[in-house]
């Protein structure tokens, strides 16, 4: 219950715990909103590359659709194109096996059609109509895995990166135990100076604080070891005396004297 006790305040003082955790609380925070930032950036850069797409491949259409109605059906996983004639009746759709929607107004518009939704963009020229759709299900799926290709190198580094600030602390942090090796390992009336080579700047003062207590101590040592060794060589004159003057006396009277 005392090593308890005792192990406890160690924890809540450390000087390692006090740099380590605010490190890697930082670097956590840091890591996450770049990741966060890196993924919706990306969610917004696969939105505008996809509508590009889709608006390019209406240009397409648009300048071939003089001979859209004998081109072949595309049976595209991502894309679907549509194209209406003057007269308002449908001339191509790229897939037969889809429920597309219908006509849209011009532009970029979400649209319903059975159970999924679709992205359109619609073009409209000389009276042909020609309509690009995006199934909002599988560009959701291809956004959220440009996202995470954006963002998975940050997650990737993060544990490197607190591996390695982990590393650098406890770095810096040896000489300090290095010192407290020395001190234990040092005997009962050892005051020699600790060397401070090798040591950090800032810890430099504590060891030269110690150096001085070690030399006062020294000092006061050597003080009490002459005051004994006087008192003691006092102590011996004193008893040699005594013992001088207890010799035998001739006479009986002065014996008891």
């Known amino acids: 219950m005392s090593g308890r006790s005792v192990d406890r305040p160690l924890r809540l003082h450390s000087l390692r715990a006090r740099l380590l955790w605010p490190l890697l609380a930082l ?37 071939a659709a003089a001979t859209a109605e004998g081109a072949p059906m595309v049976e595209a996983l991502d894309f679907t194109v549509q194209i209406w004639g003057a007269d308002g009746q449908r001339i191509y759709q790229s897939s ?18 059975s159970d999924t939704s679709y992205r359109v963009f619609s073009l409209l020229d ?10 909002m299900v599988a ?3 291809q956004a959220r895995k440009l996202a995470w290709q954006a963002a998975l190198p940050t997650i990737l580094l993060l544990p490197v990166l607190l591996a390695l600030v982990w590393g650098i602390v406890r770095r810096s942090l040896a000489p300090v135990g290095r010192l407290g090796e020395q001190l234990a390992q040092r005997e009962v009336g050892e005051f020699s100076a600790m060397p401070i080579g090798g040591i950090p ?5 504590l060891v030269a604080a110690m150096n001085d207590l070690f030399h006062r101590v020294e000092q006061a040592f050597d003080a009490q070891t002459h005051f004994v060794a006087d008192a003691a060589h006092e102590l011996h004159a004193a008893v040699r005396t ?7 006396a001739p006479s009986a009277g002065a014996d008891r004297a």
């Open 139 to 141: 560009r959701d799926s």
């Open 27 to 63: 670097i956590l925070l840091v890591a996450a909103g770049q990741a966060v930032f890196a993924y919706r950036g990306a969610l917004q850069q696969a939105d505008l590359l996809f509508d590009q797409q889709m608006k390019q491949m209406a240009e397409v259409f648009r300048l």
């Open 126 to 135: 000389r009276g042909r109509f020609v309509q690009v759709s995006q199934d």
């Open 201 to 205: 700047t800032e810890i430099r003062p």
């Open 242 to 248: 005594q013992a001088a003057g207890a010799q035998p």
């Open 96 to 113: 037969r096996q889809q429920v597309l929607p219908g006509r849209a107004a011009p532009g970029y518009s979400i649209q319903r059609s």
